[in-house]
T-cell receptor, first 115, second 113 residues
């Protein structure tokens, strides 16, 4: 079974609107971390946001927020007020266990922002 | 200057050739990783190292080997390249205990003909 599932191969949104990118995960560990990375067409991997499994509040970083629903094992990324520069591939990833730091990535969602 | 650098950035090679991809970092991190990215598959872990004396296989280590020459250097080798190793390769680093982010290099695009 996949540990990270991103069910949306592609998403379209208009500039200035909000968009939610879905991510579900599978783990039996109590301690884990969830990450979102952005990959623009230039190819680099840009860290966006992190949520720890014990964090009681949803993580936020500027226009990015992570909608963490532990019981549903979902960690959706919400981008508010989309900008043209948000057009990119977005990857959800998980780190399992307190001492581990290897990441398991989902297959990604391509987001296109239109004017 | 970039904190995590990869050389070469692009490489075209032929089947059967030995090739080495190099990664250097100035972040002072102990932990380093090699991933490969294929279209539609996301990133998959090849090898990782938690310190100079520690090397671990990842999800897809077959056909690859690594060397951790120093804290700052982690090299990935393809002993005999094959076409299905054509991919984008990323090196990454992370810090302990602030292990909440992996810092990625710019990637090496490898084509095996």
């Amino acid at each position: 079974a996949q540990k990270i599932t991103q069910t949306q191969p592609g998403m379209f949104v208009q500039e200035k609107e909000a968009v939610t990118l879905d991510c579900t995960y599978d783990t039996s560990d109590q301690s884990y971390g969830l990450f979102w990375y952005k990959q623009p067409s230039s190819g680099e991997m840009i860290f966006l946001i992190y949520q720890g499994s014990y964090d009681e509040q949803n993580a936020t970083e500027g226009r990015y927020s992570l909608n963490f629903q532990k019981a549903r094992k979902s960690a959706n990324l919400v981008i508010s007020a989309s900008q043209l520069g948000d057009s990119a591939m977005y990857f959800c990833a998980m780190r399992e266990g307190p001492g581990y730091s290897t990441l398991t990535f989902g297959k990604g969602t391509m987001l296109l922002v239109s004017p | 200057d970039a904190d995590v650098t990869q050389t070469p950035r692009n490489r075209i090679t032929k089947t059967g050739k030995r090739i080495m991809l190099e990664c250097s970092q100035t972040k002072g991190h102990d932990r380093m990783y090699w991933y490969r990215q294929d279209p539609g598959l996301g990133l998959r872990l090849i090898y990782y190292s938690f310190d100079v004396k520690d090397i671990n296989k990842g999800e897809i280590s077959d056909g690859y080997s690594v060397s951790r020459q120093a804290q700052a250097k982690f090299s990935l080798s393809l002993e005999s390249a094959i076409p299905n190793q054509t991919a984008l390769y990323f090196c990454a680093t992370s810090d302990v205990p602030r292990d909440n982010e992996q810092f990625f290099g710019p990637g090496t695009r490898l084509t095996v003909l």
